[in-house]
């Protein structure tokens, strides 16, 4: 009987002692379960925090370059403004004067600098088409009725810069042209969004620009672009082959965020506005997983766009200002170069008459044309 209680006891022990050991590692797969969901969470969080962070820093580096875009634009607008033959031309109401003027200052900033899709325009007082650099035929078809952006200038007479709609929506600077404390008129200098979203591409970023279909009323010529959702891409060079892939992710969510992860892709959208700070529509950029990665491994802190300095500016707004090396004009700048290429007896006779051209050169003309001369000049000589 004893024996039996001793047994019933033992039996009794090790019951307990499964139990507890049962109970304990059960707590211990639930603290283990319970870890894996915990570090599941913060890693997720770290994840989500991560592209956050990131996203804010495209999203900064694209304001700066968009700021740019607008201030480049801006700062050649007011240059070309103070053209003394194109005021001429509006005092003189000469609009073939100002077709060729405007027309030969598009291919100059074409030929010299970073603007190739430059386009010029003047308009008279009233806003009717006085002469522009890529049609001809509009002369006096007014503007206004389908141009919004053109009542405030109406009002203060400031330049103006923006995001604009009309025909196409384009980088669009608007100043006016002034005679002492008179206008004369304004000049509009229009660029497309396609050279931005070039510069963009070569950092690995995908744009759209997403214009809102109600200004389709007077974009006439995007009625026939494609749409995503409430929007018409306005760029032409945006990437086909993502929009079936944009057009099946969760674009509430995409709008509420305004940044979205998915598939190794992350989508941002950021708000595009006028230059009266209304809401047009919306920029969707998209980059891949490799563009990502090389964000996250580069510095934050330094800008993906190049900029111009203002040096770079002074420099390119004084080859438009002399386009001649200096010389007053192409004649005068062609027969100088062409004497060292004649033959001696040739070139005897005809340097009378390019001593009788310089003598009308002031001084400090003669120094720009000289100085110009040894800048190009060819450097030869062996690296030491």
């Known amino acids: 009987m004893k024996i039996m209680l001793m047994a019933g006891h033992r039996l009794s022990s090790m019951k307990k002692s499964s139990d507890f050991f049962h109970l304990s590692a059960l707590l211990v797969l639930i603290l283990l379960i319970g870890l894996f969901f915990i570090l599941l969470f913060f890693n997720k969080e770290k994840k989500e925090n991560d592209i956050r962070v990131l996203s804010d820093h495209i999203i900064s580096n694209f304001q700066a370059g968009l700021s740019y875009e607008m201030a480049d634009l801006l700062s050649f607008s007011l240059a070309l403004s103070e053209d003394g033959k194109l005021k001429n031309a509006l005092i003189e109401d000469n609009e073939e004067m100002g077709y060729k003027i405007l027309s030969n200052t598009t291919k100059r900033f074409k030929k010299y600098t970073h603007?190739?899709?430059?386009?010029?325009?003047?308009?008279?007082?009233?806003?009717?088409?006085?002469?522009?650099?890529?049609?001809?035929?509009?002369?006096?078809?007014?503007?206004?009725?389908?141009?919004?952006?053109?009542?405030?200038?109406?009002?203060?007479?400031?330049?103006?810069?923006?995001?604009?709609?009309?025909?196409?929506?384009?980088?669009?600077?608007?100043?006016?042209?002034?005679?002492?404390?008179?206008?004369?008129?304004?000049?509009?200098?229009?660029?497309?969004?396609?050279?931005?979203?070039?510069?963009?591409?070569?950092?690995?970023?995908?744009?759209?620009?997403?214009?809102?279909?109600?200004?389709?009323?007077?974009?006439?010529?995007?009625?026939?672009?494609?749409?995503?959702?409430?929007?018409?891409?306005?760029?032409?060079?945006?990437?086909?082959?993502?929009?079936?892939?944009?057009?099946?992710?969760?674009?509430?969510?995409l709008r509420q965020k305004e940044y979205l992860y998915k598939s190794n892709i992350l989508y941002l959208l950021e708000p595009m506005y006028n230059g009266e700070n209304q809401k047009i529509g919306e920029y969707l950029l998209v980059l891949s997983k490799d563009a990502l990665k090389r964000y996250e491994k580069g510095n934050q802190s330094v800008s993906f766009f190049t900029q111009f300095s203002d040096e770079d500016i002074k420099k390119v707004v004084a080859s438009w200002q002399k386009p001649y090396d200096g010389y007053r004009s192409e004649y005068d700048k062609d027969f100088i170069a062409s004497l060292p290429k004649l033959q001696l007896q040739e070139r005897k006779s005809l340097e009378i008459k390019a001593r009788a051209i310089l003598d009308a050169y002031k001084k400090r003309e003669l120094i720009d044309i000289i100085l110009h001369n040894r800048h190009q000049e060819a450097k030869r000589g062996v690296i030491k």
């Open 115 to 253: 603007l190739k899709s430059l386009r010029l325009q003047v308009l008279t007082l009233d806003f009717s088409i006085f002469a522009r650099s890529w049609d001809r035929g509009f002369e006096g078809m007014p503007l206004q009725w389908f141009r919004e952006d053109l009542e405030s200038i109406s009002k203060n007479n400031e330049p103006k810069v923006g995001m604009e709609t009309g025909r196409m929506l384009t980088f669009k600077a608007t100043i006016p042209i002034r005679s002492g404390e008179n206008i004369l008129g304004y000049l509009e200098v229009i660029k497309l969004i396609d050279e931005f979203a070039i510069k963009l591409r070569k950092r690995g970023i995908e744009l759209y620009a997403l214009m809102n279909t109600r200004y389709l009323k007077q974009a006439t010529l995007m009625r026939e672009f494609p749409y995503i959702h409430d929007y018409v891409i306005a760029n032409q060079n945006f990437n086909r082959e993502l929009i079936e892939t944009i057009k099946s992710i969760e674009w509430e969510v």
